[in-house]
């Protein structure tokens, strides 16, 4: 992993490293996740078919 230096106006320090905090969950979740899902269907598949069922 690389390290990138950013300037950042003060008044969006704190947007800026709640992203980066919820950015790290995720990748941690899908390093967790790797491979338990077995399908045929591509991750668009899957996200149309969730938002289906969610809101009808």
């Given amino acids: 992993m690389e390290t990138v230096n950013v300037k950042v106006p003060k008044e969006f320090e704190k947007k800026v490293r709640a992203y980066l905090r919820e950015l790290e969950k995720r990748q941690e ?3 967790q996740t790797a491979g ?3 399908t045929e269907k591509s991750a668009k598949e899957l996200k149309v078919e969730l938002y ?3 809101y009808g």
């Fill in 29 to 31: 979740i899908l390093k």
């Fill in 36 to 38: 338990i899902m077995k």
């Fill in 52 to 54: 289906e069922e969610i």
